[in-house]
């Protein structure tokens, strides 16, 4: 059984380009916006905005009992790391997809000394019991969350060489290098007790197999051992099985294994329809723990109440059609492995995150992309979605539509003050003398 096809002289996994082409003119028919050549990118840009933008809004509401005794540090540190990921996001927008695949080893190599850093006595901070944070100065930075960039980017690259070569046809090439080097990531990741992030890493994994074209049997089998070692891990560990058994009901023990959930179910319960309004929480005078973070979602639901939390749905919602978009429009097989790695990526964080708030799923502790107070996660997100906006820009409908156009005001702006050739400097002016 083949796990690629060639089809029109290109690599084709399982976004191919029927489904890119009728995609197009659905979208063209329903919704005329979206037939334009860049709509992606602008999807992506505007979602990315709404989310980061609300998610300070929200930062400095959920912590403003904390942050009154600190003069708004949490909201304050918030906006700083906003400021640094904005031109980080920029830059990775405007990047070309070579430079981009580039970046796949350098980066990798750097996570993973992040990573085994955290574990070296005097390196790492424990928080909480757990050992995720590197400190620098007055601020934390946790590796764990560049792990999965840096995992979308290898992963896309290495799948996208080995398609382009016609090596994926055994079974061998789909899983050697990209399952070890997975495992190694993954592994250390748990060493520091962080089962959320091995999950979202997991997926993406996952995700990269399926859109390349891995064989259906082979599929089922990686997904038995995922869900496996999932529900291992979430045994193995006595505070990961109170979590476990408090989960079904977290009112039976309330003041103790059950307290986070059960707070967070009132804020959701107490804020109905519309919700209290805005900086209008009770759960946040010291009731619900991490209220600006892991748990912001409940925050936003008793403010905002049950429509600005559909709200909220929907803006990632939007988000996640876009990056499946740009990968069905995409020809480039690293641009359709990247946009499917990382539009997984923030989907299942998302889900994760708010499954565990509405009581769904057990609490594993990650927070809600673009949303939750942290550096460590709000930056890698931001620049994980200005990768999706350079390979929206990348699409072929997109380049042609700027090269038709040709240089924007900047470039012509710059093009009017570079020098010209020799004699033409400007407009009747008199040519060079000749020498002797």
């Known amino acids: 059984m083949s796990v690629s096809s060639i089809t029109g002289g290109r690599p084709v996994g399982r976004v191919g380009a029927r489904s890119a082409q009728r995609h197009g003119r659905i979208a063209a028919g329903r919704l005329p916006l979206l037939g334009r050549p860049l709509a992606s990118f602008y999807l992506v840009l505007a979602c990315s905005c709404l989310l980061t933008g609300f998610g300070l809004v ?27 990921g904005l031109p980080l996001m920029i830059a990775a927008a405007v990047t070309p997809l070579r430079v981009l695949r580039w970046t796949a080893y350098p980066l990798l190599i750097v996570t993973t000394v992040a990573l085994l850093a955290v574990l070296v006595p005097g390196l790492g901070v424990s928080i909480n019991g757990a050992r995720r944070w590197l400190a620098f100065g007055g601020l934390s930075l946790q590796p764990s969350e560049l792990a999965k960039l840096a995992l ?24 050697i290098p990209l399952a070890p080097i997975s495992a190694v990531l993954i592994g250390l990741v748990l060493k520091e007790r962080d089962l959320g992030t091995s999950l979202v890493l997991m997926a993406i994994v996952l995700v990269l197999l399926w859109v390349v074209g891995t064989p259906l049997r082979l599929f089922v089998l990686l997904v038995g051992l995922a869900a ?28 103790n294994t059950g307290w986070q959930a059960g707070q967070g179910i009132y804020a959701l319960g107490s804020g109905g329809w519309w919700g209290l309004g805005l900086g209008n929480s009770r759960e946040k005078w010291g009731y619900l723990p991490q209220a600006h973070n892991d748990f ?141």
């Open 58 to 84: 929200m930062v400095w509401s959920a912590s403003y009992v904390e942050g009154t005794r600190v003069s708004l540090a949490i909201a304050e540190k918030q906006a700083l790391w906003v400021g640094i």
């Open 296 to 436: 912001i979602f409940a925050i936003i639901g008793e403010e905002l109440g049950l429509v600005g939390s559909l709200a909220v749905l929907a803006v990632f919602a939007v988000l996640a059609y876009a990056g499946i978009r740009v990968a069905q429009r995409s020809r480039d097989s690293f641009a359709r492995l990247a946009a499917c790695g990382i539009t997984a990526w923030i989907t299942v964080q998302a889900l994760v995150n708010i499954g565990a708030v509405i009581g769904l799923l057990p609490i594993t502790g990650i927070p809600l992309p673009l949303i939750s107070a942290g550096g460590s996660s709000l930056i890698p997100t931001m620049v994980a979605l200005g990768v999706l906006m350079s390979l929206a820009r990348h699409e072929p409908a997109a380049l042609r539509a700027r090269a038709a156009r040709g240089p924007g005001r900047i470039s012509r702006v710059l093009r009017r003050f570079a020098p010209s050739p020799a004699g033409h400097d400007r407009p009747g002016g008199a040519r060079p003398r000749m020498a002797g």
């Open 152 to 175: 979308v980017i290898f992963g896309a690259d290495l799948l996208a060489r080995k398609q382009a070569y016609g090596t994926l046809d055994a079974y061998r090439h789909l899983l």
């Open 228 to 255: 496996t070692a999932v529900a291992y891990l979430a045994i193995s560990e006595p505070y990961r099985l109170q979590r476990l058994l408090s989960f079904g009901d977290p009112f039976s023990d309330l003041h």
